[in-house]
């Protein structure tokens, strides 16, 4: 009888790892380039371009921090190959509307075992929310997917969704907030961003 033995690849070194995610975008951007430049283009108020995708106006390309912000790109690709799972959890808003407050609440239900007595290693000690559930339509994500507790967020509006979360009876937990203090409160991160 033969014994085999099991050889597991080495860790990949920082630099790997971010040629890995630069190579596997730049193919997302490549593959999806011809139909982006057919779409209606328009300029932001913000002086970034725009377009218009299925009735909504996206981003081409990261331009802004990866935590919530995603690119027309990205809506296409996940649209094609993203696979949701029956116990799958997601967490949707639109940006601004409190989704951080979301994210922790729902990590800390779906894992409350963890919290029992003092647990100084939680993960919501430790790391961000954004962290424990991830955005689907974000380049972490999509470079690297991980599926924590089946807990996932995502600004996609419904119809954008990929046809397997509506096909496959997951859960959509929603939160909204007053577009007055969502507006508010744009104003300010990109505000404070400049200064």
Not at 12 to 23: C, M, P, V
Not at 136 to 148: D, G, Q, S, V
Request: charge should be positive; charged fraction near 20%.
């Amino acid at each position: 009888m033969l014994s085999t033995v099991a050889s597991y690849p080495s860790p990949l070194t920082k630099e790997d790892e971010e040629k890995a995610r630069k190579i596997k975008m730049a193919s997302i951007i490549a593959k999806y380039k011809d139909r982006v430049s057919t779409l209606p283009k328009h300029t932001s108020w913000i002086k970034h371009p725009l377009y218009k995708y299925e009735g909504f106006w996206f981003h081409q390309g990261f331009w802004f921090h990866s935590e919530a912000s995603f690119s027309v790109e990205v809506v296409m690709a996940l649209q094609e190959e993203f696979v949701a799972q029956p116990t799958n959890v997601f967490l949707a808003s639109y940006p601004k509307s409190g989704t951080t407050w979301l994210k922790a609440l729902a990590f800390a239900i779906a894992n409350r075992t963890m919290c029992k007595g003092s647990n100084p290693t939680h993960p919501l000690l430790t790391t961000n929310p954004h962290y424990c559930v991830p955005f689907i339509e974000t380049e972490p994500f999509l470079t690297n997917p991980c599926y924590n507790n089946d807990l996932l967020a995502t600004h996609l509006p419904y119809t954008l969704l990929p046809k397997s979360v509506i096909s496959s009876n997951c859960r959509i937990v929603y939160v909204c907030r007053n577009p007055k203090d969502v507006f508010i409160s744009f104003w300010l991160t990109i505000h404070l961003r400049k200064v």
